[in-house]
């Protein structure tokens, strides 16, 4: 039982989903090793019940069924005092710095809870978190009545497909490997999903721009080879938003890439606070973006390697676990 500090709140936990990241850290790869603070509960993505509260916290109310944003940030830096708190430096994220969320019971700082709706389902609860990566992904590069191409099909490509076409995207494309994913994507709103393995797909993407090349690329898989494609087929004047993990260093043709196209890029850390929170609720209960088809398994969390093993397959959108699985918001899976 974690124990709560005078600004935590206690949260039970009714619903956790596994992220990109705790694929980077179940496989230790480069990236974990340099990163998680051992030893630590894992799991950042939740939505739970406020059982208990600090002496200092006047809200949210015992019973509240809150998500979490995972940044727990400082509030003295010059990033967090000028409104950027998602580039704070002495960010601690909950499940890679401190103790998080596949457990029964989590203690968060009461300033990380983000009130959700009661007849919120549990699963699109906890997958806000991650969503919000999308949403800040989507946003911060003009996309509507644009071209856009998504790079990297996982759960995060497949929100930002949907996102860019609730904010009026013009066309859509995507790459990934898995067909699985590809078909959600399709289902999702991608004009054209596509396997660059399989598939001849810069040339198929380049001619549905008429040879011009996407106003927008949002990089989603950390992949090198889906990074150079996206770059080779992003316009002169173009607009990049990077936000999968490559892990390692990488080479990378700077020149013609980004200098002799002029082009425009963003990296993208987190979720703005709480503006990317804001807009997700309105995008989730305006019905602008169901995210009811992305969450495609459902897992007890005592079958965790189950679930992380159908992670690593590809062959699935979101997976959420659940502590007590008499709460699951539909049926629970089996496995790969
Ligand atoms: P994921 O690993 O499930 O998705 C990555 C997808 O890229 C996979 O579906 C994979 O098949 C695909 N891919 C691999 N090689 C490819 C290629 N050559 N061409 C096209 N697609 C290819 O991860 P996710 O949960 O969707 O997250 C996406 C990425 O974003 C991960 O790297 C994750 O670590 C990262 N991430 C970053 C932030 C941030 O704040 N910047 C936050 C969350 C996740
Ligand atoms: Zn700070």
Redesign the pocket.
């Known amino acids: 039982m974690p124990t709560i500090g005078p600004d935590d709140v206690l949260v039970e936990v009714r619903a956790t989903s596994i992220?990109?990241?705790d694929?980077?850290i179940y496989r230790w790869d480069p990236w974990a090793r340099d990163h998680v603070v051992t030893p630590v509960t894992v799991g950042h993505e939740l939505t739970g019940v406020v059982v208990e509260r600090g002496a200092n916290v006047t809200e949210p109310d015992i019973g509240s069924l809150i998500s979490a944003e995972s940044h727990v940030i400082c509030h003295r830096c010059n990033w967090c005092r000028t409104c950027q708190g998602h580039l704070c430096p002495n960010t601690e994220i909950i499940g890679v710095h401190r103790d998080g969320a596949f457990a029964e019971y989590v203690a968060i700082p009461a300033e990380n809870a983000w009130v959700d709706p009661p007849d919120m389902a549990l699963s699109v609860a906890s997958l806000q978190e991650?969503f919000g990566?999308a949403v800040h992904a989507v946003s911060v590069p003009e996309v509507s009545g644009r071209k856009v191409l998504v790079?990297?099909?996982?759960?995060?490509?497949i929100m930002a497909i949907a996102t860019a076409k609730a904010l009026g995207a013009r066309a859509v494309y995507t790459?990934?490997?898995?067909e699985y994913?590809l078909e959600l994507a399709a289902k999702m709103g991608a004009d054209l999903a596509l396997d660059?393995t399989s598939e001849d797909a810069e040339t198929i993407i380049r001619d549905a721009t008429g040879g011009a090349g996407v106003d927008v690329l949002l990089e989603?898989?950390?992949?090198p080879?889906?990074i150079a494609m996206g770059f080779r087929l992003l316009k002169p004047g173009g607009e990049v938003a990077l936000?999968?993990?490559t892990s390692r260093s990488i080479e990378f043709d700077l020149d013609d890439s980004i200098i002799f196209k002029g082009a425009t890029i963003h990296g993208?850390?987190?979720r703005r606070m709480w503006e990317t929170w804001l807009e997700m609720r309105g995008l989730i209960r305006s019905g602008a973006v169901d995210l009811a088809p992305v969450v495609t398994h459902r897992f007890a969390l005592d079958d965790y390697h189950d679930a992380f093993a159908l992670?690593e397959s590809?062959r699935c959108g979101k997976v959420v676990m659940f502590p007590d699985p008499s709460v699951a918001d539909g049926p629970l899976g089996t496995g790969p």
């Not at 790079?151 to 490509?157: F, I, W």
């Not at 989603?220 to 992949?223: I, K, L, V, W």
């Open positions: 992220c990109g990241t694929l980077h991650n990566n790079t990297g099909a996982g759960p995060v490509g790459t990934d490997l898995s994913r660059p989603m898989s950390g992949a080879a889906a936000l999968g993990l993208i850390v987190g992670m590809g």
